[in-house]
Every structure is written in C-alpha cells, then in structure tokens.
Nanobody, 124 residues
Framework: VQLQASGGGLVQPGGSLRLSCAAS????????LGWFRQAPGKEREFVAS????????GFADSVKGRFAISRDNAKKQVFLQMNSLKPEDTAVYYC??????????????????WGQGTQVTVSS
C-alpha cells in the first residue's frame, strides 16, 4: 500500500496550493480518503475527507469555505485545493484512507492507511 502526497511548498498568506495524493496497492474506489495535518509541537488534526463515491465530504471548521477536496477514482488520486491560506495553515499535510465512513466525514481516529507528508509553509 502506498499513498504518495505531493504539491506542498512555500506560499504567501492569501495564496493557494493544490495538494495531490497518488494511491496504489489497495482498492482505491472502495475507500474513503482524508487529509490531515500536523504543525510543529501540535497533534495531528483532521482537515478534510471525501467518501468513496465522492458524493459526501467533511471539513474541519478551520478550513471550511477555503479548502476543497476531490478525488479521481480512475487515476487513484485525491486532491486538496487550499485557498486563502493563512500562516496557521503551516503544517505537514498527510493523506490517508479508510474503509469506514464516519458521521459527517469528521475523522478523529486513526485511518487504515497513511501516506508520507508534504510540507506546506504559509509565510511572507
């Protein structure tokens, strides 16, 4: 199983970034996908999720209205479009997959599979 996140970088406040995560080694279309982040000195936190069929999504309150999540089951990829970025969005971002969809897509527990992270830094 592999989940390979990419697309991180340095961006100014108010800017945008699009993260991608390519998956392999499991039946991608059967899995719900999520993005999490971990800032220095803080615990990992949930950011966004999308159900296996792509019709349901969940977002942390801190990113609602600014971030969007999408998936391409044919290409086995999940994306996180991040707009209006703030310095507090600075973190390592991880993609993850899980067979079980939780209420509202608001994951607070560990997922079945995790990828390596990609660094996002929002700074002027």
């Amino acid at each position: 199983v592999q989940l390979q996140a990419s697309g991180g970088g340095l961006v100014q406040p108010g800017g945008s970034l699009r993260l991608s995560c390519a998956a392999s080694g499991f039946h991608f279309s059967n899995y719900n996908l999520g993005w999490f982040r971990q800032a220095p000195g803080k615990e990992r936190e949930f950011v966004a999720s999308i159900k296996s069929g792509g019709l349901s999504r969940g977002f942390a309150d801190s990113v609602k209205g600014r971030f969007a999540i999408s998936r391409d089951n044919a290409k086995k990829q999940v994306f996180l479009q991040m707009n209006s970025l703030k310095p507090e969005d600075t973190a390592v971002y991880y993609c993850a997959a899980d067979r079980t969809w939780v209420a509202g897509g608001l994951y607070s527990r560990s997922m079945d599979y995790w990828g390596q992270g990609t660094q996002v830094t929002v700074s002027s």
